[in-house]
């Protein structure tokens, strides 16, 4: 994981404090005052949190701070709250072919449209992303919906179904899940 990187933006005084308690800090600390600057930090870092105490509309991962005083371990507990909410966001998002996926609200979006899914479903489809080549039905039974492998049922080739019809009907995409000899794939 890369390092966390606290851009304190316009608010110099807390810059200031924060740096004298830099060696005991789990993140960095960078200061920026003006939005050119802020969009050369922003570029460079990938995992940061801007802190201000002014509210800024155009200004993403920005935690505002305009409830003062406050006590610096309630500060630092705050910071340290913000960046695993940052933490956890993005890792729920995943990119599978075309297609963002957000498995904390179970949706597969593009810019133009948005699927709600299923846990099966959402589960079906990270699984046969992680996987190059086509995965069984039997695999899926086992992996997927935890049945034995040696019980007949058409759970996996229903859902399947189930889910290539909701694609097709949201996204007009009728390749997304595709059927090979030994099993599925996503194309």
């Known amino acids: 994981m890369s390092a966390q990187i606290l851009i304190i933006y316009k608010f110099k005084p807390l810059y200031h404090i924060l740096e004298e308690l830099d060696l005991n800090l789990n993140f960095n600390i960078l200061f920026a005052d003006n939005k050119d600057l802020l969009n050369n930090k922003e570029k460079e870092h990938i995992n940061y949190l801007i802190l201000s105490n002014k509210k800024n509309l155009e200004i993403d991962n920005q935690f505002v701070l305009d409830n003062l ?47 709600k899914l299923t846990e099966k479903e959402i589960n079906t489809i990270t699984y046969l992303s992680k996987s190059n ?11 997927v919906w935890s049945y034995q492998s040696n019980i007949e ?11 290539r019809k909701k694609i097709l009907e949201i996204f007009n995409d009728n390749e997304f899940i595709i059927s090979k000899k030994n099993g599925y794939q996503i194309k």
């Open 69 to 115: 005083p406050i006590n610096i371990s309630k500060l630092l507990e705050k910071i340290n709250i913000e960046f695993l909410k940052l933490q956890f966001n993005s890792q729920s998002e995943v990119k599978v072919s075309n297609y963002m996926i957000n498995l904390n609200s179970r949706e597969m979006f593009t810019k133009n449209a948005k699927l």
């Open 133 to 143: 080549k086509p995965v069984s039905i039997d695999e899926l039974q086992e992996k």
């Open 153 to 163: 049922t058409h759970t996996v080739e229903t859902h399947i179904y189930r889910l």
